[in-house]
T-cell receptor, first 116, second 116 residues
Framework: DADVTQTPRNRITKTGKRIMLECSQT?????MYWYRQDPGLGLRLIYY???????NKGEISDGYSVSRQAQAKFSLSLESAIPNQTALYFC???????????????FGPGTRLLVL | AQKVTQAQTEISVVEKEDVTLDCVYE???????LFWYKQPPSGELVFLIR??????QNEISGRYSWNFQKSTSSFNFTITASQVVDSAVYFC?????????????FGAGTRLAVHP
């Protein structure tokens, strides 16, 4: 079984709809992240969470919210989806015990979101 | 500003050719980490390697090798005897400590196509 899972893997929605993307991990890591990937732009950080009670905005958090329901679960919500949120979304995890700079982030399989 | 540049947008080679993917970074930090990730056509992001700024030894893993040179701020990735399964987008990333967490700065990626 995959260590980091994301559901759904693909989603088509309409402008104005609220949707939630979910991420679960079995790696036992304390830190979790949400990124979006757009063609030619690499990955950009949306939100990150150090633990259940510590959630922080990344570089492009507008239009998104998150919830850390448990150490192993981190959800991303689009409150009112718009077409320019069409992207590939990745969840990632890391272990703070390895030291801040040395942490390796492990990524889930991604969720392809299309907003019409 | 911290930045990662992958100047090669796309590379096309024939199977069994050697290919080098370039990565140039900018940082003011003296301590940092560099990463390579692979994104095959299926879309997931696969961690390949992590290298810290104090270790300039080249690393080899099977057909993969990495050349880290601080003098030129480069961390290049070579695939020897390329195979069709190596076709993917490859991302170089730089880790810097900001606000107590490992911020990953990604390059835009290099798409490698290996043809039979």
């Amino acid at each position: 079984d995959a260590d980091v899972t994301q559901t759904p893997r693909n989603r088509i929605t309409k402008t104005g709809k609220r949707i939630m993307l979910e991420c679960s991990q079995t790696k036992g890591h304390d830190r979790m992240y949400w990124y979006r990937q757009d063609p030619g732009l690499g990955l950009r950080l949306i939100y990150y969470s150090f633990d259940v009670k510590d959630i922080n905005k990344g570089e492009i958090s507008d239009g998104y919210s998150v919830s850390r329901q448990a150490q192993a679960k981190f959800s991303l919500s689009l409150e009112s989806a718009i077409p320019n949120q069409t992207a590939l979304y990745f969840c990632a995890t890391s272990d703070s015990g390895t030291g801040v700079l040395g942490e390796t982030q492990y990524f889930g399989p991604g969720t392809r979101l299309l907003v019409l | 500003a911290q930045k990662v540049t992958q100047a090669q947008t796309e590379i096309s080679v024939v199977e069994k050719e050697d290919v080098t993917l370039d990565c140039v970074y900018e940082t003011r930090d003296t301590t940092y980490y560099l990463f390579w990730y692979k994104q095959p056509p299926s879309g997931e992001l696969v961690f390949l390697i992590r290298r810290n700024s104090f270790d300039e030894q080249n690393e080899i893993s099977g057909r993969y090798s990495w050349n880290f040179q601080k003098s030129t701020s480069s961390f290049n990735f070579t695939i020897t005897a390329s195979q069709v399964v190596d076709s993917a987008v490859y991302f170089c990333a730089l880790s810097e400590a900001r606000g107590g967490y490992n911020k990953l700065i990604f390059g835009a990626g290099t798409r490698l196509a290996v043809h039979p």
